[in-house]
């Protein structure tokens, strides 16, 4: 840098000199000066006026450069250059990479504004979501994956639990969709769409044969606790026998509870993942129902209990027949277990002024 330094001055410095010297013995005076310099002022304005031409139309520098302190200028100029084409060489090449890594995943990727308005979208989203890029660039989500459940969904800000959609161009498919905020003010959205269709139909037959097995189960569990529990308090029933029975009822009592907390978790595990868990749509045949119902009580029906029955045969309840028969059998089996014996227990099923009415009353 000391010989760029010297070069200026001695350019510089010498005309002035020269100018100074001539002034001193009379000479031409202060235009001499001027005349002497100006070469020097030229050569500046030249390399100023060149590189700004170089700059302004993105032109690499490279050597020869000029001697003096226009050629550090040029030099740092360029150095700063290569430094930028180095960076944008491996931003290019990180994105090259990404655009790779995201045009390879199975799942759909779909990046949003913060109007919920596609920005881009990974190749699987096409399937997947029905969501092509660049066609589909700053199209509202809503329009392109229908859900009256997204929007919300979207502007809540809790995304630790997925959303599960049925899209309607393909309705085999369950997707399982996850947002991740990011950006400026994290006011964009990365939408995740996964393809959970064989997972979502598994865990829907391991929750159907929980809860139908646990259904199953009550009935004869009631039944084996009733007959257990009369055994037990028989007065004919030999002492050295109560303490096996009062162990049994005791087993059985815990065995009902665990089929309760199955049922319990079945049910909260589709409210979890948004299904119906009683579905309205089914017509269940309650009196059928309740005639197996009261057989059953008949049996456990070992204190001369008078049951008496007014049920409308014809009378039939859209509902989930499990859920109906559960809750029907835990009055009537309540009744018969809880009321003294010589009772009357009358079970009503009718067709009220608002609506169907089921009813157990004692006397």
Known sequence: MRG?????????????????????FGGAGGWACVLL????????????????????RHHRLAPPYPFGIWGEIYRGVATYQERGHKSRKRQIRFIRRFREAAYSLPDAL??????????WANPSAAGLMNIRWPQHDESP????????????FIDTGEYARPLYVVPQHNRALTLS?????????????????????????????????????????????????????????APTTPSEHKRPLSL??????????????????????????????????????????????????????????????????????????PELRSALSN???NAVKHTPEGSR???????GRDGPVFAVEDN
């Not at 779909?110 to 920005?119: G, N, P, S």
């Not at 227990?345 to 067709?351: M, N």
């Open 110 to 119: 779909v990046i949003l504004d913060k109007q919920h308005r596609v920005e």
């Open 248 to 321: 049994m009822c005791n087993q059985t009592d815990r065995m009902r509870s665990i089929v309760d907390d199955l049922l319990t978790l079945s049910r909260l595990e589709m409210e979890d993942h948004g299904d119906s868990v009683a579905p309205a749509d089914e017509p269940v045949d309650v009196p059928h129902e309740l005639r197996l119902i009261l057989r059953e009580a008949r049996v456990l029906n070992a204190g001369g209990r008078r049951i008496e029955t007014s049920i409308d045969p014809d009378l039939l309840l859209a509902g989930n027949q």
């Open 177 to 233: 969709l996850r947002i991740a905020p990011f950006g400026e003010r994290k006011r964009q959205r990365l939408l995740v769409g996964r393809d959970v269709t064989k997972l979502y139909h598994l865990n829907m037959i391991r929750r159907d044969f929980v809860a139908n097995a646990s259904h199953e189960l009550r009935t004869p569990l009631t039944v084996i606790a009733g007959f257990l529990e009369n055994l037990a308090n």
């Open 4 to 24: 760029p330094v010297i070069f200026e001055l001695a350019a510089l410095l010498g005309p002035i000199a020269a100018g100074a010297l001539l002034v001193y």
């Open 141 to 152: 989500l809503s329009e392109l994956l229908p859900h009256p459940d997204l929007s919300a």
């Open 37 to 56: 310099v100006a070469p020097y002022l030229l050569r500046n304005l030249y390399h100023a006026l060149r590189l700004t031409h170089l700059i302004e």
């Open 345 to 351: 227990i009358q079970v009503i099923w009718r067709d």
């Open 331 to 333: 009055l009537v089996h």
